[in-house]
């Protein structure tokens, strides 16, 4: 199974996005996206539904745990 960090990771750079420019978007620091990207630690729900709309896709092609129906 494929991790969470790795769907963020991938989008992320399919957006042509670096870490910092994602956290400067989301208001966070960048060693938050490494920790996600990481899997040492996951977004909160309205943080998923945040970087979806940055990355221009939906929550659940990034993190489908969380929103599976």
Known sequence: MIKVSHYLK?????????????ARKLGVKERVITFWETGRSDPHIEQAVDIAK?????????????FSN
């Open 10 to 22: 991938l989008h992320r750079i399919k957006a042509g996005l670096t870490q910092l420019e994602l």
């Open 54 to 66: 940055i990355l221009e896709t939906e929550p659940k092609e990034i993190f489908p745990n969380m």
